[in-house]
């Protein structure tokens, strides 16, 4: 059983340019978020995607923004990259649990290895 | 303002010396609490799940418990491959929908 897989592994780009990052999630999840993590800090929530909808999002701006695809996959972009975007951006796969009264609750969350960008 | 607050920020333990780690918390409507071990430059691997006041888990070496303010992670006769980065996250739910909030993590270095 295939866990969370997440491409490339490392990347370098300059100020300005744009990035692409991919998540594959593991296999019966249906559910995507996406964290940035800097060095030394714990992850930092960007966004949330269940059934191809951004269902919640972060403190993070605009410049950041991702889709799912129908087979659960999911990309994140970043876009005119800074300095302090360099970070370990991870990727967690889950399952929603509907509860009674409507209110929905994600599952366990899984991290895939991240991938390392760094912004010169 | 939901936080979460891992304690101490970095331990280093003689080889089977036990301790415990701290993850307090301060959020509304807690649906659960979470555990995971990372080693440098990785994702976290997962360790544990905790929903309720009382409730414990163990696997190996690791046990992890849940107050209503709180969740220890305790260590047993830990052994140098237990070196790793210890996180706490908690999921709340507000409003409807929920979020993830992790700590900063606990940096233990087990020495032979």
């Known amino acids: 059983d295939a866990g969370v897989t997440q491409s490339p592994t490392h990347l370098i780009k300059t100020r300005g340019q744009q990035v692409t990052l991919r998540c594959s999630p593991k296999?019966?999840?249906?559910?995507v978020s996406w964290y940035q993590q800097a060095l030394g800090q714990g992850p930092q929530f960007i966004f949330q995607y269940y059934e191809e909808e951004e269902r919640q999002r972060g403190n993070f701006p605009d410049r950041f923004s991702g889709h799912q695809f129908p087979n659960y996959s999911s990309e994140l972009n970043v876009n005119a990259l800074l300095l302090g975007d360099s970070a370990l951006y991870l990727c967690?796969?889950?399952?929603?649990?509907?509860?009674?009264?409507?209110?929905?609750?994600?599952?366990?969350?899984?991290f895939g290895p991240g991938t390392r960008l760094t912004v010169l | 303002e939901d936080q979460v607050t891992q304690s101490p920020e970095a331990l280093r333990l003689q080889e089977g010396e036990s301790s415990s780690l701290n993850c307090s918390y301060t959020v509304s409507g807690l649906r659960g609490l979470f555990w995971y071990r990372q080693d440098p430059g990785k994702g976290p691997e997962f360790l544990f799940t905790l929903y309720s006041a009382g409730e414990e888990k163990e696997k190996e070496r690791l046990k992890a418990t849940l107050t209503k303010k709180e969740s220890f992670l305790h260590i047993t006769a830990p052994k140098p491959e237990d070196s790793a980065t210890y996180l706490c996250?908690?999921?709340?739910?507000?409003?409807?929908?929920?979020?993830?909030?992790f700590g900063t993590g606990t940096r233990l270095k087990v020495l032979a």
């Open positions: 296999s019966g999840h249906d559910t």
């Open positions: 996250a908690v999921q709340a739910l507000t409003s409807g929908t929920y979020k993830y909030i």
């Open positions: 967690a796969s889950s399952s929603f649990v509907s509860l009674s009264g409507g209110i929905s609750r994600a599952d366990t969350q899984y």
